[in-house]
């Protein structure tokens, strides 16, 4: 069975820092790995996501995220914050095999503040 | 394009009535799927359907039932609602094969029950 453990419910951070949102799966077989945004009072926004090939994956709004093999991970990037990037953010997997479609496993959440 | 419509945005319902979760999509997709959002729990799957009249259970499927009579529409009812279904849920939809892996997301619908 598959499963995503984020490890940060909250992130405080100054805008114009960097920040990182650590995630980490857990599964015997290949997967995909998804981050998605929700800002308040909003359905869920895909940032980026890994298929396949390099391991280094660009998303929108200067997000960033590296799939690491060996240790199980796909931490999210920024190397500068913005007040317009306060939300929270889901890690998610899923198996490339599942019959054509796409049914993703979440994780909890990490709620990202972004003070002035 | 409206995308992945959910309704009622907001709905309060007593123990033990029963009430509908519309979502509609107009991408003609395959896949719909239906989660729920409960805080430091993130999003759980309920129930799926890769087509009409097609439908499969998700990790918390109790207490909800699922149909699926056309592309567009996958609605989700509680027969008989229970404090522990107040949550807020999420629509999701995509295509299936080469196309699956993106998934859009309704807007929610928040529910309380007392």
């Known amino acids: 069975a598959q499963s995503v453990t984020q490890l940060d419910s909250q992130v405080p951070v100054f805008e114009e820092a960097p920040v990182e949102l650590r995630c980490n799966y857990s599964?015997?077989?290949?997967?995909?790995l998804f981050w998605y945004v929700q800002y308040p009072n909003q359905g869920l926004q895909l940032l980026l996501k890994?298929?396949?090939?390099?391991?280094l994956v660009k998303g929108i709004n200067g997000f960033e995220a590296e799939f690491n093999k060996s240790q199980t991970s796909f931490h999210l990037r920024k190397p500068s914050v913005h007040i317009s990037d306060t939300a929270e953010y889901f890690c998610?997997?899923?198996?490339?095999?599942?019959?054509?479609?796409?049914?993703?496993?979440f994780g909890a959440g990490t709620r990202l503040a972004v003070h002035p | 394009n409206a995308g992945v419509t959910q309704t009622p945005k907001f709905q309060v319902l007593k123990t033990g009535q029963s009430m509908t979760l519309q979502c509609a999509q107009d991408?003609?997709?395959?896949?719909m799927s239906w989660y729920r959002q409960d805080p430091g729990m993130g999003l759980r799957l309920i129930h799926y359907?890769?087509?009409?009249?097609?439908?499969d259970q998700g990790e918390v499927p109790n207490g909800y039932n699922v149909s699926r009579s056309t592309t567009e529409d996958f609605p989700l009812r509680l027969l008989s609602a229970a404090p522990s279904q107040t949550s807020v849920y999420f629509c999701?939809?995509?295509?299936?094969?080469?196309?699956?892996?993106?998934?859009?997301f309704g807007a929610g619908s928040r529910l309380t029950v007392l």
């Open positions: 359907s890769v087509g009409a009249g097609i439908t």
């Open positions: 991408m003609n997709h395959e896949y």
């Open positions: 890994y298929l396949s090939g390099s391991t």
């Open positions: 998610a997997v899923s198996h490339p095999f599942s019959g054509g479609y796409n049914k993703l496993i």
């Open positions: 599964s015997s077989v290949s997967v995909y």
């Open positions: 999701a939809s995509s295509m299936t094969g080469d196309g699956a892996n993106v998934l859009t």
